[in-house]
């Protein structure tokens, strides 16, 4: 049996590598692993394993140099995460904590082998439906109450965090890996923003080596997004659809600097309460009957608890939805008259699922000019396609009412 067979066996055993800040095998530190150098290290490797001794790379070493020589050509790579952070890749991700569910998602999204990611937040592990291979990973707790003894213990080589939301406390945990674990890379993404998913996509696809997928993945993304688009562009603003969205708690709705708000927004709705510095404010019950909405949207989710992946239960949705049309004095909404009420969850409205949410807003808007678009189709295609995940939405879960 020949060296290169047994390097080759050697390659597909698949075992943790560390984050050391060079590219094992590379001799002469000039920062390219050139030809020579990766057979002289995979050799001297060899040659140490069948005189049982320890050579100067380990296995891990010499998995990451092969990775390194086949697939980016013998160079570290370069990656800008979404702070604007350029963070240089001397080996591939073996060992992954994740503390952001949307970044979680979009790995599962680009195909990257979930066994390694090794910990994740405490919000994916609870979703056992949506994320079933994650029940026995390690739990790491949240950005806000990290269990970084736990992160420490899995010896992850990366933690992701959210780049712009919650910065105190993914700047904290930053700060103490790297004060802790200086050979952790951290990289930081967000994975729910409209203006930005498209393009971390792609970074992201790069870091894990998946471009295909990921042009793939952002195309498919893309596609429902630019028919949304195209769909809305050039409505004039005062014939834009009026919609009152309410938030999970009655009489209270989104202002302008609300994520929920800048869907409605993208879908070609008008929110009469988009003013305002309070991201969720209260509104006055008579206000709105002022406003008179064409349509109404109300979240079901976290802050009420009904619908989602958790279960099939679209009378839940229903009973949600008929509390809103017997308000006092809702009869004489246009919304309420023309039949025009809708009740979504937060699970497709936020998140990386943002854009699934999104075409139903704008098929509820405007139902002629999206004939064509099939949010239902869209989702079931994002399951399957790319969650990989088992799930049928035709018996399973409840997103949308009616």
């Known amino acids: 049996m020949n060296r290169w067979y047994l390097l080759g066996l050697l390659l597909l055993l698949a075992v943790p590598a560390s984050a050391a800040e060079d590219i094992p095998g590379d001799a002469d530190a000039d920062g390219t692993l050139a030809r020579a150098e990766y ?21 891990d070493d ?40 949307e970044s979680l998602e979009t790995l599962r999204s680009l195909g990257f082998d979930m066994d390694k990611v090794v910990a ?11 994320f079933p291979e994650c029940r026995d990973k390690a739990n790491v707790g949240s950005i806000w109450s990290p269990d970084m003894e736990k992160v420490l213990s899995v010896r992850p080589d990366t933690v992701i965090l959210y780049a712009t939301i919650s910065t105190a406390a993914c700047d904290n945990i930053q700060k103490r ?15 729910f923003k409209p203006a930005t998913y498209a393009g971390e996509i792609r970074t992201i696809a790069s ?85 008179d909405p064409q349509v109404v949207v109300k979240l079901a989710g976290q802050g009420l608890a009904a619908g989602g992946y958790a279960g099939h239960d679209p009378e839940a949705l ?38 699934i949410g999104t075409a139903y807003l704008a098929k509820w808007f405007y139902p002629d000019r999206f004939s064509d678009l099939d949010p239902h189709a869209v989702h079931q295609r994002y399951l399957t396609g790319f969650q990989g995940i088992d799930f049928d939405l035709a018996s399973q879960g409840t997103f949308v009412y009616p």
């Open 39 to 59: 057979a002289s290290a995979a050799l001297a490797y060899l040659d140490a394993a069948y005189m049982d001794g320890a050579g100067d790379l380990d296995r």
């Open 62 to 101: 010499i998995r990451d140099a092969a990775w390194v020589y086949a697939r980016w050509d013998g160079k570290p790579r370069e990656v800008t995460d979404s702070t604007g952070r350029t963070v240089t890749l001397y080996r591939p991700l073996r060992r992954v904590v994740t503390f952001s569910g």
């Open 120 to 130: 994740v937040d405490k919000y994916s592990h609870e979703k056992e439906t949506f």
């Open 177 to 191: 890996l790297e004060a802790s674990s200086p050979g952790i890379r951290v990289l930081r993404f967000d994975c």
């Open 207 to 291: 870091i894990v080596d998946e471009p295909e997928r990921g042009e793939e993945f952002a195309s498919f993304y893309g596609s429902t997004m630019d028919q949304i688009q195209d769909g809305t562009a050039g409505i004039p603003d005062g014939e834009k659809t009026r919609v009152y969205f309410e938030y999970w708690f009655d009489y209270t709705t989104v202002a302008a600097s609300a994520g929920y708000n800048e869907k409605t927004e993208l879908a070609g709705g008008k929110n009469p309460f988009a003013t305002g510095t309070t991201e969720y404010p209260a509104v006055d019950p008579e206000a709105i009957i002022v406003a």
């Open 318 to 355: 229903a009973a949600i939805r008929s509390a809103l049309v017997e308000r006092p004095g809702w009869s004489r909404i246009s919304a309420v008259e023309d039949g025009r009420v809708h009740v979504i969850h937060s699970d497709i409205l936020g998140g990386a699922q943002h854009f």
